[in-house]
């Protein structure tokens, strides 16, 4: 499977605890982004990452959010403390293969739900 | 502030017949708009896009319009299917942003199509 891979598929944590998420983006690509879905939302964007580069943070992302790239392949979203707010899809895209309009890939992305 | 706009939250269609999937936007700075499919508990899937210096792109079944100065685009699907019932999103980039952002997409909150059989 050459796809976005995205682990765990399903989350369930108690409120406080802290989850961490992982994206495995399509090799070629180096652009990676994480994503947000609500119900009856579309998706927010969280963050983007060129290679290792953490480029650009949305305000959705709080302090107890933190996403890493360390060697610009795979990619963890962290949240600390959980909060029931924070129950949502968490989506994960690439690109990257130097065209000027390049179209997201997604992967089937991480469901939390914080109780 | 929602810079996509889908204001239809759903849409009921008769197989065979033709279905209209409307999104409007409010910044200029977009240049290349795309629609996703999203199945539940699955991630957005690629669809059909289009570029800023066309106003037409016509993938098979599906075509998507662009009127600029009305800031208006459209998906149709001729004959929608019943396989084609899932939800819709509509998304926006600008090549403006591409060095800091990448092509990073703002979306809208999505049409849910149902094709009746």
């Known amino acids: 499977d050459t796809g976005v891979s995205q682990n765990p598929r399903h989350k369930i944590t108690k409120r406080g605890q802290n989850v961490t998420f992982r994206c495995d983006p399509i090799s070629e690509h180096n652009r990676l982004y994480w994503y947000r879905q609500t119900l009856g939302q579309g998706p927010e964007f969280l963050t983007y990452f060129q290679n290792e580069a953490q480029l650009e943070k949305s305000r959705l992302l709080s302090d107890r959010f933190s996403a890493e790239r360390p060697k610009g392949s795979f990619s963890t979203l962290e949240i600390q403390r959980t909060e029931q707010g924070d129950s949502a899809m968490y989506l994960c895209?690439?690109?990257?293969?130097?065209?000027?309009?390049?179209?997201?890939?997604f992967g089937s992305g991480t469901q939390l739900s914080v109780l | 502030d929602q810079q996509v706009k889908q204001n239809s939250p759903s849409l009921s269609v008769q197989e065979g017949r033709i279905s209209i999937l409307n999104c409007d936007y409010t910044?200029?700075?977009?240049?290349?708009f795309l629609w996703y499919k999203k199945y539940p508990a699955e991630g957005p899937t690629f669809l059909i896009s289009?570029?800023?210096?066309?106003d037409k792109n016509e993938d098979g079944r599906f075509t998507v319009f662009l009127n600029k100065s009305a800031k208006h685009l459209s998906l149709h699907i001729v004959p929608s299917q019943p396989g084609d019932s899932a939800v819709y999103f509509c998304a926006a980039s600008a090549w403006y942003f591409k060095k800091s952002s990448g092509d990073k997409l703002t979306f809208g909150t999505g049409t849910r199509l149902a094709v009746r059989p």
């Open positions: 289009i570029s800023s210096i066309k």
């Open positions: 895209a690439s690109t990257g293969t130097g065209g000027s309009n390049e179209k997201l890939f």
């Open positions: 910044n200029s700075m977009f240049d290349y």
